[in-house]
């Protein structure tokens, strides 16, 4: 069982910056691709950005420019710093992984998610 933990979500101004982070832990033998997605209030969720294992980035056109992915394989843990950050990035951000536990299945992965508010 692989479990997904998100942290860093917070009040911040417009304009200001916040770095989320999600912990990955359990029978990991592998991690793959992981992602972030955000639900605001009323909408569907939606992606925001994924990386691969070997670090290939990919972001939602509202983001690019304002919001970086990495992560940490050694660590299992990925990251999002959203600078610049827009009332319209308010949501709860939830982090998925895909990959293969030790017993040789794979899995795909959700945390609970982190609280973002961007208000002045």
């Known amino acids: 069982q692989v479990q997904l933990v998100e942290s860093g979500g917070d009040l911040v101004q417009p304009g200001g910056s916040l770095r989320l982070s999600c912990a990955a832990s359990?029978?990991?033998?592998?991690?793959?691709?992981m992602r972030w997605d955000r639900q605001a209030p009323g909408k569907q969720r939606e992606l925001v950005a994924t990386?691969?294992?070997?670090?290939?980035?990919n972001y939602a056109d509202s983001v690019k420019g304002r919001f970086t992915i990495s992560r940490d394989n050694a660590k299992n843990t990925m990251y999002l710093q959203m600078n610049s950050l827009k009332p319209e990035d308010t949501a709860v951000y939830y982090c998925?992984?895909?990959?293969?536990?030790?017993?040789?299945?794979?899995?795909?992965?959700w945390g609970r998610g982190t609280q973002v508010t961007v208000s002045s």
């Open positions: 998925n992984a895909q990959g293969v536990t030790f017993r040789t299945t794979d899995f795909n992965s």
């Open positions: 359990g029978s990991i033998f592998r991690l793959n691709t």
């Open positions: 990386i691969t294992r070997g670090g290939s980035t």
